[in-house]
């Protein structure tokens, strides 16, 4: 079975002191990290006083960083500097970063490679517009998305690599998808995987939904074949809403 993810996506909220709070509030309850992986993503600022301050079983992880290993990249933040500060997650290629920041499909697969080369698990988000799902297209252009990000990647890292399917007409909407159309752009995701790769490789990828994920509807997301997590915006925020989602993940595991 592959351990589930549950990672908060904060994007830009939080002050440090509020984030810290956070941290307090959740560090001693999340569950062990053998079974559930508990995730925060925080503005690059607090990561170094959160990772100061996680508990054994939560993780921290950035949101975004640059593809190249340095240079005149004004306001952005380097692979090697997510390494140094002992972060282990960053979000790649956000829905909102490639609409607001003009990412593409090939930065995307570039910022995975980078993040590959510097120990990161890159948390790579794919997704569909509303009118692309309207028009019946959403497997042909997932599966494109997930094509160029995987791009030159070997077995090894994209058994490592963690996918998040976040459709963007369910994101901060309180539209989730339904679990069955979250499952089916996963399935399809993973068979993408399993055309490009060896055999079993797609067995252990984790590919995660994200979109309107709170607590009322986790348990029958992560009900389904292939959900293996969620990547959580709003519902992230709270410490008991976030306790929830990862204990939903911890009684999935104990099924
Ligand atoms: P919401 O959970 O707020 O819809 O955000 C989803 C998301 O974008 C996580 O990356």
Request: proline share 3%.
């Given at each position: 079975?592959?351990k589930p993810?549950?990672?908060?996506?904060?994007?830009?909220?939080?002050?440090?002191?509020?984030?810290?709070?956070?941290?307090?509030?959740?560090?001693?309850?999340?569950?062990?990290?053998?079974?559930?992986?508990?995730?925060?993503?925080?503005?690059?600022?607090?990561?170094?006083?959160?990772?100061?301050?996680?508990?054994?079983?939560?993780?921290?992880?950035?949101?975004?960083?640059?593809?190249?290993?340095?240079?005149?990249?004004?306001?952005?933040?380097?692979?090697?500097?997510?390494?140094?500060?002992?972060?282990?997650?960053?979000?790649?290629?956000?829905?909102?970063?490639?609409?607001?920041?003009?990412?593409?499909?090939?930065?995307?697969?570039?910022?995975?490679?980078?993040?590959?080369?510097?120990?990161?698990?890159?948390?790579?988000?794919?997704?569909?517009?509303?009118?692309?799902?309207?028009?019946?297209?959403?497997?042909?252009?997932?599966?494109?998305?997930?094509?160029?990000?995987?791009?030159?990647?070997?077995?090894?890292?994209?058994?490592?690599?963690?996918?998040?399917?976040?459709?963007?007409?369910?994101?901060?909407?309180?539209k989730t998808?339904?679990?069955?159309?979250?499952?089916?752009?996963?399935?399809?995701?993973?068979?993408?995987?399993?055309?490009?790769?060896?055999?079993?490789?797609?067995?252990?990828?984790?590919?995660?939904?994200?979109?309107?994920?709170?607590?009322?509807?986790?348990d029958d997301?992560?009900?389904?074949?292939?959900?293996?997590?969620?990547?959580?915006?709003?519902?992230?925020?709270?410490?008991?809403?976030?306790?929830?989602?990862?204990?939903?993940?911890?009684?999935?595991?104990?099924?």
């Amino acid at each position: 079975m592959r351990k589930p993810i549950i990672a908060g996506n904060w994007k830009m909220h939080k002050t440090r002191d509020e984030a810290l709070q956070f941290i307090y509030n959740v560090n001693l309850k999340v569950p062990n990290k053998e079974y559930v992986e508990s995730v925060v993503c925080a503005q690059a600022p607090v990561l170094r006083d959160l990772v100061k301050r996680q508990g054994e079983n939560l993780r921290i992880g950035a949101q975004t960083m640059h593809e190249q290993t340095e240079g005149a990249f004004t306001g952005e933040v380097s692979a090697a500097l997510l390494e140094d500060l002992n972060v282990d997650y960053v979000i790649i290629g956000h829905s909102e970063r490639r609409e607001y920041y003009n990412e593409t499909d090939e930065g995307v697969n570039k910022k995975i490679h980078q993040a590959f080369r510097y120990d990161l698990v890159p948390i790579a988000c794919v997704g569909e517009s509303l009118e692309i799902r309207e028009k019946g297209e959403t497997d042909a252009f997932v599966s494109n998305q997930v094509k160029a990000a995987l791009k030159g990647l070997t077995d090894d890292q994209v058994k490592n690599l963690v996918i998040a399917y976040e459709p963007i007409w369910a994101i901060g909407t309180g539209k989730t998808a339904t679990p069955e159309e979250a499952n089916n752009a996963i399935k399809s995701i993973r068979s993408v995987i399993t055309e490009m790769y060896d055999a079993g490789v797609s067995d252990e990828t984790r590919i995660l939904y994200g979109g309107s994920v709170k607590p009322a509807n986790i348990d029958d997301l992560l009900a389904q074949s292939d959900i293996d997590g969620a990547l959580v915006g709003g519902a992230s925020l709270n410490a008991q809403d976030f306790l929830t989602l990862v204990n939903s993940a911890q009684a999935k595991v104990d099924q």
